[in-house]
């Protein structure tokens, strides 16, 4: 019998869900599936606070572990796949999925596996995904796929209907904006993904399996958009080191610089962020062949 191992960790439940559709066609292939949530020793509080969700921002970014619980699976397996399911803050992965990537016992659960990656995300994920890449590749593990599914609200709508869902706990539509996150039919096309995991894994032949998914969808990268990840990913790294400058001799001065940042952060978004997004869409249609042969490698697996 084949088995696929799906670790990942959820604060919300969308990409447990998520996750949960995908592995679904495989169980009815009588493929199985053991799952490895990830529990910091910490909690993360839902709904966030203000001040608790930009407090994690320096590490998000900087990519600084935090202890998790102890891992409830032990490694040896066997196992055909290890599929990492992830979600994006502050334009990195989740610092649970990063507290993992380094937790010494990693290696045991990916070197020498095929690896696929699946992230639910609002709309940027292309660098995270790029630092998985790295991180898979250190621990031995073997990336044969990736899949994201993503809000497909307009950038400023999935930022209002985020922040309602993340501070007041509310993901339903109100007023003239639709419910927070993944929409319900791509969640449920979802499953899509899943075929085409079965049958690669009934066949033995996983070589072929990220071009199979991207033929399904599982990829598709807007140029402008990763134009706009790769200026917010840099300014984000300057905003880190502000954060953190004086925080060893002044603690408080951490807590100071964390709510200017989130003032900062919001003004950006919606005041500079549509003319930002249109000077990075008319900067991708000059830069357009540079761009397209970037996403095919940012794609390939």
């Given at each position: ?38 529990r ?57 999925m ?20 699946v ?47 993340m ?19 791509d969640?449920?096309?979802?499953a ?58 002044d ?51």
């Amino acid at each position: 019998m084949k088995r696929v191992l799906v670790i990942h960790y959820s604060q919300t439940g969308q990409l447990t869900a998520l996750l949960d559709r995908i592995v679904a066609p495989l169980r009815e292939a009588g493929i199985a599936v053991d799952h490895l949530p990830l529990r910091p020793a910490t909690p993360y509080p839902f709904p966030w606070t203000r001040v608790s969700f930009f407090n994690c921002f320096p590490e998000a970014v900087g990519h600084d572990p935090v202890p998790l619980e102890p891992l409830a699976l032990a490694p040896e397996g066997p196992y055909d796949l290890v599929v990492l399911g992830y979600t994006i803050w502050f334009l990195n992965p989740s610092i649970p999925m990063t507290s993992f990537l380094k937790h010494p016992d990693a290696a045991r659960y990916l070197a020498d596996r095929p690896v696929v990656t699946v992230v639910g995300a609002r709309n940027m994920w292309v660098l995270a995904q790029e630092h998985m890449r790295r991180s898979v590749a250190a621990l031995r593990g073997r990336l044969v796929g990736h899949v994201t599914v993503v809000d497909r609200s307009p950038n400023l709508v999935s930022v209002i209907t985020i922040i309602r869902w993340m501070f007041r706990g509310r993901r339903d539509p109100f007023l003239i904006f639709p419910a927070a996150g993944i929409r319900a039919e791509d969640m449920e096309a979802s499953a899509r993904f899943g075929r085409v995991l079965a049958r690669h894994l009934a066949a033995g032949d996983l070589g072929g399996l990220n071009a199979a998914l991207r033929r399904e969808g599982s990829i598709r990268i807007v140029p402008s958009l990763l134009m706009l990840e790769k200026r917010a990913t840099f300014l984000f790294g300057k905003y880190r080191r502000y954060i953190l400058a004086k925080a060893d001799r002044d603690p408080a001065s951490r807590l100071r610089r964390v709510k200017v940042f989130s003032v900062v952060l919001t003004v950006g978004v919606f005041i500079l962020g549509p003319i930002t997004s249109l000077t990075t869409a008319l900067l991708s249609l000059v830069k357009r062949r540079q761009l397209r042969a970037e996403v095919e490698r940012l794609s390939t697996y």
